[in-house]
């Protein structure tokens, strides 16, 4: 009878030890997949119909993992900090071992060694008297292979210490450490400068993400397989596998990994000499960049505004609390109106003070908000300084090319320059004005005008300028900009043979909220002759206007867009 006993006991504790696997195993899944809300949305369900001390402990090592991806440090500590109080409760090693590991990851992904180290000594101390599972010392291991190969640069140990990861892992079949722990070994040869064997490691680990569906492990090897190609002047095969990675990441909505394969997309076109296609990545990198920090930004704020409503909320529980046990004390006793009006006036001077603790602390808030606003109209101010000084980087790279370019050529480098030269100037606008979403079109085009003055000054070409000081948006802005220079550069390759008296007018004008875009010029190679600019037709219909073009005496182009003062443009 004893016998069948521990038998249906052992059997027992079976089920419900595969039953938590599973549980957990789901959750880990949905982490592999990238779908972080559903896998934040299901471990929170465990967890509120779990009574079990170390599953709950495994799904709020899950959430944590789950913010850790979402870059929100704040609850991944948290997190880890509920899994830390459970364990002292439940007294389990192995599992505070688990958490000092996970802690080592959490400060060496934020940059703080010398407090990832601490726990790495922790957790070592606990590996040398406790018997811990193969899954969480492969992840030990690991995370020391990581801080040797960032902190320490010691390749050596970090092969030795990712080798005996991987071991433990396929062990274990842990996706997660087999994946990173061949990701480090693999980086070894990328710094070792053996790129053969670092791409056959790149490409076998590709495949691997592929086949188990490990979006964000996959996103992380794009990067590194690029850039080994990258370093291994594979260009063509580089620029492919980057585009893949960028559809890729895109589709998963992993912005981060995007920022860094569009850099290396945009490197690979200007490596290859294909300008035009390297400035189209890096503005698109920019785009991504300035999505981001704004995301981020966004982020941080709403957090605090949750921690603020949090705390009202909490706050007024407590007045209501004791505003109904005040109540509940009056119906239950027949104290005198003395003690009745006292108790009222003690409470009275307790909201009042609380009130003003409130209100106190919201303008504190309110200067942290002020204050994160300012540092983010200063971010962008850099980004726009930082832009316009990679423009001008640009520039001195055309004016090089223009310096050595035959005459033939000259004329298209000098296009391209001019173009350039635009938008650079729209960034430096930006970065030297508080507005950062519209800019003088007056100052603006009349820079842009400026330009070209060397040219018209050459080809003997008469410039009558005008611009109204009107602020229009800096999109808008970008394309008046590129309009203007094509229409210039066109006027000076095409309109003028044999003319001594070369004129070019050109006008904004801003009337009863109509902006009036003229632009003209007296060259007789353009009279009565049928004219379609592919380009300019293009920013066009980015501008969503319609145009006349008119060669009647000479080339005119002109169009009218009804403009509002908040900067928007309406047809």
Not at 60 to 85: E, H, I, M, P, R
Not at 176 to 201: G, H
Not at 355 to 380: C, D, Q, R, V
């Amino acid at each position: 009878m004893k016998f069948y006993f521990t038998l249906l006991l052992s059997f027992t504790s079976l089920v419900l030890s595969a039953q938590n696997n599973a549980i957990l195993h789901h959750g880990t899944r949905l982490i592999y997949e990238n779908k972080l809300d559903d896998a934040i949305s299901y471990f929170n369900a465990q967890l509120a119909k779990s009574t079990q001390e170390k599953v709950e402990i495994g799904l709020l090592f899950g959430l944590a993992d789950v913010y850790k991806l979402q870059l929100n440090y704040s609850k991944t500590y948290n997190y880890l900090q509920q899994a830390k109080a459970k364990i002292d409760l439940v007294n389990a090693s192995d599992l505070e071992f688990l958490y000092h590991v996970k802690m080592m990851e959490f400060y060496r992904k934020r940059g703080l060694y010398a407090d990832a180290i601490k726990n790495q000594q922790e957790a070592q101390r606990i590996l040398h008297n406790t018997h811990i599972p193969d899954a969480y010392k492969a992840a030990y291991y690991g995370r020391r292979a990581a801080i040797f190969s960032q902190h320490f640069g010691q390749l050596d140990s970090v092969l030795v210490y990712a080798n005996k990861a991987l071991d433990l892992a396929k062990r274990a079949n842990d996706l997660d450490t087999i994946f990173y722990a061949s990701l480090e070994i693999a980086n070894v040869y990328y710094r070792q400068n053996n790129l053969q064997e670092a791409l056959i490691y790149f490409k076998q680990l590709l495949d691997f993400a592929q086949s188990n569906k490990l979006i964000q492990h996959q996103a992380d090897v794009y990067i590194n397989y690029t850039n080994a190609l990258i370093k291994n002047k594979d260009l063509d095969e580089a620029l492919q596998i980057s585009l893949e990675a960028l559809a890729f990441t895109t589709k998963h909505h992993l912005a981060y990994n995007s920022i860094i394969i569009s850099t290396n997309i945009f490197e690979t076109y200007q490596k290859l000499n294909n300008y035009k296609k390297a400035y189209e990545y890096l503005l698109l990198r920019s785009k991504l960049k300035e999505k981001y920090d704004f995301q981020e930004y966004d982020r941080f704020v709403l957090e605090l505004e949750e921690r603020h409503k949090l705390k009202e909320k909490e706050n007024q529980i407590r007045i209501n609390q004791l505003e109904i046990a005040q109540k509940n004390k009056a119906l239950a006793s027949s104290r005198t109106n003395f003690y009745i009006g006292m108790g009222m006036f003690l409470l009275a001077i307790f909201v009042i003070c609380l009130t003003i603790y409130f209100l106190k602390k919201a303008k504190k808030s309110n200067k942290k908000l002020h204050k994160l606003s300012t540092e983010n109209a200063f971010l962008l101010s850099e980004a726009n300084h930082r832009i316009n000084n990679n423009l001008q980087l640009v520039v001195i790279l055309i004016t090089d090319q223009l310096k050595k370019a035959s005459t033939q050529n000259k004329f298209q480098l000098q296009s391209i320059l001019t173009k350039v030269d635009a938008i650079s100037m729209l960034h430096k606008h930006l970065y030297k004005h508080e507005d950062k979403k519209r800019v003088d079109a007056c100052t603006y085009l009349n820079d842009v005008n400026s330009s070209f003055h060397e040219v018209f000054k050459e080809q003997k070409i008469t410039m009558i300028f005008h611009a109204d000081a009107v602020k229009i948006p800096i999109d808008f802005a970008m394309y008046f900009g590129l309009l203007f220079t094509e229409l210039a550069i066109n006027s000076v390759k095409h309109a003028f043979t044999n003319q001594t008296n070369k004129r070019i007018l050109f006008e904004l004008r801003y009337k009863e909220a109509t902006l009036h875009f003229n632009y003209q010029d007296n060259g007789q190679n353009a009279i009565n002759a049928a004219i379609a600019p592919k380009l300019i037709d293009k920013i066009c219909r980015q501008l969503q206007i319609v145009y006349i073009i008119d060669t009647a005496t000479g080339f005119m182009f002109s169009f009218k867009k009804n403009y509002k003062n908040e900067g928007v443009f309406t047809n």
